[in-house]
C-alpha cells in the first residue's frame, strides 16, 4: 500500500523588494483613506452645524417676512385711505367749483337785471319827466287862460329896480 500521507512540494520563488514595496504601497492608501475619512468626518459634522445654523437662520428669515408682510399691509392701508381722503377732497373740490360758477352765473344774471332796472328807471323818468312837463305846459296853458279870462287888476306894485351903483 502506498504512503497514506501525501507530501506536495511547492517551491517558489519571491520578490521580497516587490512585496515589501506593495505592503508600503497598502499601508500609505491606509493612510490616505484614514485621512480621507477624517475628512469626511468633519466635513459631515460641518454640513450638521450648517444644517442646524441654516434652520436657525430659515426661522430668523421667516420672523423678517412676517414684519415685513405687517408692515407692507400697513402701507397699503395708508395709501388707501390716503386715496380715499384725496377722492373726498376731489370731490368736495369740485362742487366747491359747481357753487362758484353757479355763484357766477347768479350774479351775472344780478348785473343784466341791473342794467335792465337802470334802463327801466330812467324810461319811466324819461316818461314822467315827459308827462310832468306836459302837466305843468297844461297848468301854465289853463292858467293863462283863466288868467285872461278874470279881469285884470288895475293897481300893480312896482318892483325894486336893482341899483347899478358900486358902493
Not at 436657525?56 to 397699503?76: C, E, F, M, Y
Not at 381722503?85 to 341791473?114: N, P, W
Request: proline share 2%; with cysteine.
Amino acid at each position: 500500500m502506498a504512503d497514506q500521507n501525501p507530501s506536495i512540494k511547492i517551491s517558489s520563488r519571491a520578490d521580497t523588494g516587490a512585496i515589501l514595496r506593495t505592503i508600503g504601497s497598502v499601508k500609505g492608501l491606509r493612510r490616505e483613506v484614514k485621512g480621507l475619512s477624517k475628512d469626511m468626518l468633519l466635513n459631515a459634522a460641518a454640513s450638521k452645524l450648517m444644517g442646524s445654523s441654516m434652520g436657525g437662520a430659515n426661522s430668523q428669515t421667516n420672523r423678517w417676512k412676517k414684519v415685513l408682510d405687517a408692515t407692507d399691509k400697513v402701507i397699503r392701508k395708508m395709501g388707501a385711505m390716503t386715496m380715499k381722503g384725496l377722492v373726498s377732497m376731489l370731490k368736495v373740490a369740485t362742487m366747491q367749483m359747481a357753487a362758484l360758477g353757479a355763484a357766477m352765473v347768479v350774479t351775472h344774471g344780478a348785473f343784466i337785471l341791473g342794467r335792465f332796472a337802470v334802463k327801466a328807471y330812467q324810461v319811466a323818468m324819461q316818461g314822467m319827466a315827459g308827462a310832468a312837463a306836459g302837466l305843468t305846459t297844461a297848468v301854465a296853458i289853463a292858467s293863462g287862460r283863466f288868467a285872461n279870462s278874470r279881469q285884470r287888476c288895475t293897481h300893480t306894485r312896482p318892483r325894486p329896480q336893482k341899483s347899478l351903483a358900486v358902493d
